[in-house]
């Protein structure tokens, strides 16, 4: 078990009412377990609190009226990761696939699987399937992309990643995602705190289902995986999106930690 400290300080100006929907609570899970939780929302407006999906997603829901918004949140999440050997990890054959998993196989707004067979095939077909073929998309995309702050948009797909060759923490999962897709390997986006990571933000990553569960991954390569505190889970970060704003607000600071 490992204990993280986790949270974030997101500020507003509200121009006219507005209705935001935040997705910055640790989710609830089998692997991690929320101790001390607290949201703090200046001014002190209601919101209330449901969960979404099956995924112990937790969002926060409320109307700001014009003028300065403040939220403070913060956990301590105890974290219970699985620590199988990687060695005898196997893919699922399609058949025997659980039927939960099923719509992680198909194409998402970001991650155009079903344009990129013929590309994922070429250059992973002949890997030995399993861990270790996810491993190699996740070494392949590290080699080829550069990570560069502000250099995709709320537009930009595995796609664009691909012919660009850069982009950010969910661009990186984003391709892998549809890589891994491509190779009908159930794939879907992960977001969360981590644990090391600099400089400290939202993180975007991924996991896979193997053999009889899912396993985390990040082709980033910038913070370990043991120290990744899941948010939002989904098809890609359109379904992971740590605010969603219906009105007119403009973010003024933000502020990430996890230690």
């Not at 200046?42 to 112990?56: C, D, H, M, Q, S």
């Not at 990186?172 to 992960?190: E, G, K």
């Not at 990553?205 to 991954?217: A, D, I, K, Q, T």
């Amino acid at each position: 078990m490992t204990s993280i400290q986790v949270g974030c300080n997101l500020s507003y100006t509200v121009t006219q009412p507005s209705s935001f929907l935040f997705n910055i609570a640790a989710a609830r899970t089998l692997q991690q377990t929320i101790g001390e939780e607290n949201l703090q929302v200046n001014p002190a407006v209601y919101f209330e609190t449901f969960t979404l999906g099956t995924e112990g997603i937790q969002i926060y829901r409320l109307v700001a009226e014009p003028g300065e918004l403040q939220l403070q949140y913060h956990a301590q999440v105890e974290l219970y990761p699985d620590n199988d050997e990687t060695n005898g990890i196997v893919e699922t054959d399609f058949l025997h696939l659980p039927y939960a998993v099923l719509p992680y196989l198909n194409p998402s707004r970001y991650c155009e699987s079903d344009r990129l067979t013929h590309f994922a095939t070429r250059l992973f077909g002949n890997t030995p399937h399993g861990y270790a073929r996810v491993n190699e998309i996740c070494d392949w995309i590290n080699g080829n992309l550069d990570y560069q702050a502000g250099s995709s948009g709320e537009s930009t797909s595995a796609c664009d990643v691909l012919i660009q060759r850069v982009g950010v923490c969910r661009d990186y999962a984003h391709l892998a995602i549809a890589l891994c897709r491509a190779l009908c390997i159930p794939a879907r986006y992960i977001s969360g705190y981590a644990v090391g990571l600099e400089p400290p933000d939202f993180h975007g990553f991924f996991e896979v289902y193997l053999g009889s569960r899912w396993y985390l991954f990040d082709a980033t390569r910038m913070a370990p995986v043991s120290g990744f505190v899941r948010i939002g889970t989904g098809r890609d970060a359109a379904d992971a999106s740590f605010a969603t704003i219906i009105g007119a607000a403009t973010m003024t600071t933000m502020a990430v930690w996890a230690q």
